[in-house]
């Protein structure tokens, strides 16, 4: 059964930074593309960076990328999100993802949207 347990949320003011870990068990790395999505309020789920750990293949979604960073550590099954310049509208509840690559690369490509597995999420709120 796959897990994903996610951490590291909080309060933090506008300009500072953040790193979310997101615990994963019942599944391997190597068979599944993993990632974070956030749901602000009123919004859609969006998926904000996803990356397929067989050849590192990552995408970031555009009010994201330059700021935050995806990475992984096989030996620990923990998945990070590294979270810097951090702004008020990026507010919102953080999902850790998972699913088979099967599922959701295609030609090398990550495509970040509804995967099959999260966790229960973690709160970010960044104050102006």
């Known amino acids: 059964e796959v897990q994903l347990v996610e951490s590291g949320g909080g309060l933090v003011q506008t300009g500072g930074s953040l790193r979310l870990s997101c615990s994963a068990s019942?599944?391997?790395?190597?068979?599944?593309?993993i990632g974070w999505f956030r749901q602000a309020p009123g919004k859609k789920r969006e998926g904000i960076s996803c990356?397929?750990?067989?050849?590192?293949?990552?995408y970031y979604a555009n009010s994201v990328k330059g700021r935050f960073t995806i990475s992984y550590d096989n030996a620990k099954n923990t998945v990070y999100l590294t979270m810097n310049s951090l702004k008020p509208e990026d507010t919102a509840v953080y999902y850790c993802a998972a699913d088979l690559v099967d599922h959701t690369v295609l030609d090398g490509v990550v495509f970040c949207v509804e995967f099959s597995h999260y966790g229960q999420g973690t709160q970010v709120t960044v104050s102006s």
């Open positions: 990356i397929d750990s067989r050849d590192n293949n990552t």
């Open positions: 019942g599944f391997a790395f190597d068979d599944y593309a």
